[in-house]
Every structure is written in C-alpha cells, then in structure tokens.
C-alpha cells in the first residue's frame, strides 16, 4: 500500500508492528505523535525510473512522454504517494508537468502503477527503479533513471510501532535491517544506502 494510507491506518490503530515508508516524514510524524516504540531509521534512498513493456524506455527521457505515441503514463497517486509525488516534481521541474498531465493515470502505490504498464492500460510508467530491476519486471521492459536532482529525495524510513513495543521478533528483524545481508538486499534493487551519495 502507499506510505501516506499506512500513516493514516496506523493513527486509526491498524495491527502493524513494523512501518516501512517509502518517504521518512511520515514515520517522523507518527514518532512525533507518539505511535513508535523506536527511534525512526533510515534504511535506504529510492529512484525512480520510465520503465515500459510496450516501448523502449532505456532510449526515453521525459520529454518523450509528450510523443503521441504515449497515449497514457502511470504514476503513483502524488497524494499520498512519495514515489508519485517525487514524479510529479520530476515533471514539473522538466516543464513538461502541464503536457503529460492530461494523459496520467493513477496508481494506489507504485507497484500499482507497474501494473498499468504491464497489463497495457499504460506505455510508459515512472516507477521505483527497485521494481523495475526485479525478477518479475525486468525480463518484460526496460527502464531510463530520472536524474535525481529533477526531485526531492526519495529517502525512506522505518519504525517499530507502539503495538510492538517489546515484541522480540519485530526488534531482531528492525536489527537485521542494517545488517551487511539486508543491505546488500537493498543495493542489488537499486536503492541508495543512507549516508552514500545518490549518483547521477
């Protein structure tokens, strides 16, 4: 689901001991607001790329989303979406926000947004650079980065909520987080780790 649901669900008092957000402000306000057993952890910083099944994205820039031949772009919803909103910065710092808008479409997350492109119903997709590398993603499309300086930083966050509070089992796996394993699960899905500079 995206960050900004889970924030709200969380606060309503969703059974979730753990709360991975693809945007660290929103585990930020629920620790301000007292709804973390832990302190808020940075655990990576994400990309966003144009993947595509149906073209070959690996030749596109954003510029390309206003050919005629892209008759549809999916992106997360920017509501309550980091990676859809870091794609509308992305668009708008380009010029070319007022151009593609009319063909968007909208993703309850990013992952939702991959399926669009995948099924068709999009050509193109700005979506996690995670999920365009992945087993399932990458044999069907290719993918251009967005250079990063295009939007805010996809830096991302985690909590152990107040429901865990003491729950051994989400504390070894909030641990096992910032192991040399599970950072090296992160590095070969694309993501920057905290305290390394996101390259162009």
């Known amino acids: 689901g995206s960050s900004g649901k889970f924030h709200a669900q969380?606060?309503?008092g969703a059974p979730y001991d753990l709360y991975f957000s693809a945007d660290i402000a929103f585990p930020r306000a629920l620790a301000k607001a007292g709804f973390a057993a832990s302190e808020v952890r940075p655990y990576a910083v994400g990309r966003i790329v144009l993947w595509s099944a149906a073209m070959d994205a690996r030749q596109m820039t954003l510029a390309s989303l206003t050919d005629a031949r892209v008759a549809r772009v999916a992106i997360a919803n920017p509501r309550h979406a980091p990676y859809g909103k870091r794609a509308e910065e992305a668009l708008r710092a380009s010029g070319l926000w007022d151009t593609v808008e009319p063909k968007l479409v909208y993703g309850e997350n990013i992952a939702h947004a991959a399926q669009f492109v995948q099924s068709g119903n999009a050509q193109v997709g700005v979506i996690a650079l995670a999920l365009a590398v992945s087993p399932e993603l990458a044999s069907k499309g290719g993918y251009?980065?967005?250079?990063?300086?295009?939007h805010a930083p996809?830096?991302?966050?985690?909590?152990i909520t107040r429901r865990a509070q003491g729950n051994a089992l989400a504390q070894r796996f909030a641990d096992y987080m910032g192991s040399q394993a599970a950072r090296a699960v992160m590095t070969r899905y694309g993501f920057v780790l905290p305290g390394e500079a996101a390259g162009k």
């Open 144 to 150: 251009w980065l967005i250079p990063d300086h295009l």
């Open 10 to 12: 969380i606060q309503r």
């Open 154 to 159: 996809l830096e991302q966050g985690f909590i």
